[in-house]
């Protein structure tokens, strides 16, 4: 039986509740937690494995997703924080059993401050490993749970592509539109589907030439290269892939009308979203549209039990909550990420939203 050698170590980070980096080199676990707001509910947010460059780059990145999180939930007032972690290590190479039972530990610490779920790079599966070690765990592949969220966090983004349809031409209808959807994994290619069947014209990019050949075949779309997807002639752009490739570099090469997609910190500054909304690109804020998958994930927190119904049906509010920001927008000609940061942090302090029961 392998012993232990964890360490942790609290960082005070301004604005965050709870920051922790646990190590354990017995089973090659180096990870962050970050518990971000805890005021309307427990903090929810997933596990990222990547093979981080430094530490210093899984922090930054583990600290924008968590607050990302905390205006998510707020947004969809469902009764939850916002959290998120890190494990530094290659999901194809270094992910091990030990490895993701050791980082449960490391959670069970949290006494339920942060719930994990998936995220890139970990899979339901990877969950059950976790959930060895700790209850606190959502979206497991289990009869009584959510389980995968991929396909609630691509209708959420169907939804938010209808408000920008309605926003830009009066009409729900994704009929005809060109959609390049950027990153064709879980929730990239189950939005790719959904927008075959919307009778959408799909553009498909990934960093898999062959996947994205495939999935081009089946939908008759057209394909693009890594280094071309900036400046594809389309509707609208869904970036479905990792964060940041909305900044000065593509916004001067963007030529749609509208940027709309799954992936989280789309933007690489809060400046670029006021850049968008001064080129008339109308952007749907990732963290409002993308809220699919957190809805799924905490309708299994009900005393009732986990009802896919239910998650499916507040899913749909993703369409009212951002045609509210778009005409705030207009109205006040202010970037949409702007107007959304506010109703978060006027949910946030007013306890709008906030849980009132304990989690099941």
């Given at each position: 039986?392998?012993?232990?050698?964890?360490?942790?170590?609290?960082?005070?980070?301004?604005?965050?509740?709870?920051?922790?980096?646990?190590?354990?080199?017995?089973?090659?676990?180096?990870?962050?937690?970050?518990?971000?707001?805890t005021k309307l509910g427990p903090s929810l947010?997933?596990?990222r494995i990547f093979p981080y460059s430094s530490e210093n780059d899984a922090l930054e990145d583990a600290l924008r997703l968590a607050k990302a999180m905390?205006?998510?939930?707020?947004?969809?007032?469902?009764?939850i924080g916002g959290g998120k972690s890190v494990i530094i290590a290659d999901p194809k190479t270094g992910k091990t059993p030990s490895l993701l039972q050791a980082f449960g530990k490391v959670v069970d610490l949290l006494k339920g401050s942060y719930i994990v779920a998936e995220d890139v790079g970990s899979t339901p599966q990877d969950l059950l490993f976790?959930?060895?070690?700790?209850?606190?765990?959502?979206?497991?592949?289990?009869?009584y749970s959510s389980g995968d969220p991929s396909r609630f966090t691509a209708w959420g983004v169907v939804r938010g592509l209808q408000a920008v349809a309605m926003t830009l031409w009066g009409s729900t209808s994704l009929k005809?539109?060109?959609?390049?959807?950027?990153?064709?994994?879980?929730?990239g290619s189950n939005l790719a589907e959904m927008l075959f069947w919307q009778g959408a014209d799909l553009i498909?990019?990934?960093l898999d030439a062959e996947r994205t050949t495939r999935f081009c075949h089946e939908y008759s779309a057209k394909q693009v290269s890594p280094a071309e997807?900036?400046?594809?002639?389309?509707?609208?752009?869904?970036?479905?892939?990792?964060?940041?490739?909305?900044?000065?570099?593509?916004?001067?090469?963007?030529?749609?009308?509208?940027v709309a997609g799954a992936a989280n910190n789309q933007l690489s500054t809060p400046d670029d979203a006021i850049q968008l909304h001064k080129r008339g690109i109308l952007y749907a804020p990732d963290y409002a549209i993308n809220a699919g998958g957190v809805i799924n994930a905490t309708a299994e927190f009900e005393k009732t039990g986990y009802k896919a119904i239910e998650a499916r049906d507040q899913t749909h509010l993703i369409f009212e909550t951002l045609l509210q920001i778009f005409a705030k927008s207009k109205a006040e000609d202010r970037a949409t990420s702007?107007?959304?940061?506010?109703?978060?942090?006027?949910?946030?302090?007013?306890g709008i939203g906030k849980r009132s029961l304990p989690i099941f």
């Amino acid at each position: 039986m392998v012993k232990l050698m964890l360490t942790i170590e609290t960082l005070e980070i301004p604005d965050y509740e709870k920051v922790i980096v646990a190590k354990d080199p017995s089973v090659m676990l180096h990870c962050i937690i970050v518990v971000h707001s805890t005021k309307l509910g427990p903090s929810l947010g997933g596990v990222r494995i990547f093979p981080y460059s430094s530490e210093n780059d899984a922090l930054e990145d583990a600290l924008r997703l968590a607050k990302a999180m905390t205006y998510k939930t707020a947004l969809c007032k469902i009764g939850i924080g916002g959290g998120k972690s890190v494990i530094i290590a290659d999901p194809k190479t270094g992910k091990t059993p030990s490895l993701l039972q050791a980082f449960g530990k490391v959670v069970d610490l949290l006494k339920g401050s942060y719930i994990v779920a998936e995220d890139v790079g970990s899979t339901p599966q990877d969950l059950l490993f976790i959930r060895e070690s700790t209850p606190y765990v959502a979206a497991l592949p289990t009869n009584y749970s959510s389980g995968d969220p991929s396909r609630f966090t691509a209708w959420g983004v169907v939804r938010g592509l209808q408000a920008v349809a309605m926003t830009l031409w009066g009409s729900t209808s994704l009929k005809g539109r060109s959609i390049a959807i950027q990153g064709l994994g879980h929730v990239g290619s189950n939005l790719a589907e959904m927008l075959f069947w919307q009778g959408a014209d799909l553009i498909l990019c990934d960093l898999d030439a062959e996947r994205t050949t495939r999935f081009c075949h089946e939908y008759s779309a057209k394909q693009v290269s890594p280094a071309e997807y900036a400046a594809v002639e389309c509707d609208i752009l869904a970036p479905c892939a990792l964060g940041g490739i909305i900044n000065p570099q593509t916004i001067p090469k963007l030529r749609c009308l509208a940027v709309a997609g799954a992936a989280n910190n789309q933007l690489s500054t809060p400046d670029d979203a006021i850049q968008l909304h001064k080129r008339g690109i109308l952007y749907a804020p990732d963290y409002a549209i993308n809220a699919g998958g957190v809805i799924n994930a905490t309708a299994e927190f009900e005393k009732t039990g986990y009802k896919a119904i239910e998650a499916r049906d507040q899913t749909h509010l993703i369409f009212e909550t951002l045609l509210q920001i778009f005409a705030k927008s207009k109205a006040e000609d202010r970037a949409t990420s702007i107007i959304a940061d506010k109703l978060a942090e006027h949910n946030i302090a007013a306890g709008i939203g906030k849980r009132s029961l304990p989690i099941f």
